[in-house]
């Protein structure tokens, strides 16, 4: 069974960081995009990053350009997301995906983690 697991979210300040995490297990994920999504209150869900499992081809939204960055620890299979410079209009849940990189649906999803921006 897949399972991408989010955690790190929370309530942070205007200009702070906050790292997330997604553990992911259940098969190989070595042919695989990961990516980062987030979904604010009465907006569509919006891909804000994603990576290969290899670390290449590193993708950003431009509403995150130079303050996100995507990682990953292929040890321990787990995919990070570094924010930086946090605005109030990043508050959303975020979400871990997965996805094979010849299949241009996103196949697996976590379950989602809070981030609120607010002082």
């Known amino acids: 069974q897949v399972q991408l697991v989010e955690s790190g979210g929370g309530l942070v300040q205007p200009g702070g960081s906050l790292r997330l995490s997604c553990a992911a297990s259940?098969?190989?994920?070595?042919?695989?995009?990961m990516g980062w999504f987030r979904q604010a209150p009465g907006k569509q869900r919006e891909k804000i990053a994603q990576?290969?499992?290899?670390?290449?081809?590193?993708y950003y939204a431009d509403s995150v350009k130079g303050r996100f960055i995507i990682s990953r620890d292929a040890a321990k299979n787990t995919v990070y997301l570094q924010m930086n410079s946090l605005k109030p209009e990043d508050t959303a849940v975020y979400f871990c995906?997965?996805?094979?990189?010849?299949?241009?649906?996103?196949?697996?999803w976590g379950q989602g983690t809070q981030v609120t921006v607010s002082s």
């Open positions: 990576v290969l499992w290899n670390g290449n081809s590193p």
């Open positions: 259940g098969r190989s994920f070595s042919n695989a995009f």
């Open positions: 995906a997965a996805r094979d990189s010849s299949v241009p649906t996103w196949r697996y």
